[in-house]
């Protein structure tokens, strides 16, 4: 059975930072690429940054390009962002999802595998 762990969520004030961790187990974990989602009260799902099997190629969201990087660690089966400068907007549910693929892609039905989420809110 496959299991996302994500953790490292919090409250933060605005211009902080935050590390999420998500901790994969149950599936080869370095043959696929990993995404970060994130949902808002009242919006819809929206892709962060995803990063392929291997790091070599990772995808940012125009909102979080420059604050955020996007990180695995393959022989520990975990994947990583960090947010930095963080905004009152960031606040959301953040998700990891594993690909379908060994590549990332930006539709969220690419993913087949989800963590529960972790709570960031950033105060102004």
């Known amino acids: 059975q496959v299991q996302l762990v994500e953790s490292g969520g919090g409250l933060v004030q605005a211009g902080g930072s935050l590390r999420l961790s998500c901790a994969a187990s149950?599936?080869?974990?370095?043959?696929?690429?990993m995404g970060w989602f994130r949902q808002a009260p009242g919006k819809e799902r929206e892709i962060v940054a995803a990063?392929?099997?291997?790091?070599?190629?990772?995808y940012y969201a125009d909102s979080v390009k420059g604050r955020f990087t996007i990180s695995r660690e393959n022989a520990k089966n975990t994947v990583y962002l960090q947010m930095n400068s963080l905004k009152p907007e960031d606040t959301a549910v953040y998700s990891c999802?594993?690909?379908?693929?060994?590549?990332?892609?930006?539709?969220?039905?690419?993913?087949?595998?989800w963590g529960q989420g972790t709570q960031v809110t950033v105060s102004s």
């Open positions: 999802a594993s690909s379908k693929g060994s590549t990332w892609f930006k539709l969220s039905n690419l993913y087949d595998y």
């Open positions: 149950g599936r080869t974990f370095n043959r696929y690429g």
């Open positions: 990063i392929s099997w291997n790091g070599g190629s990772t």
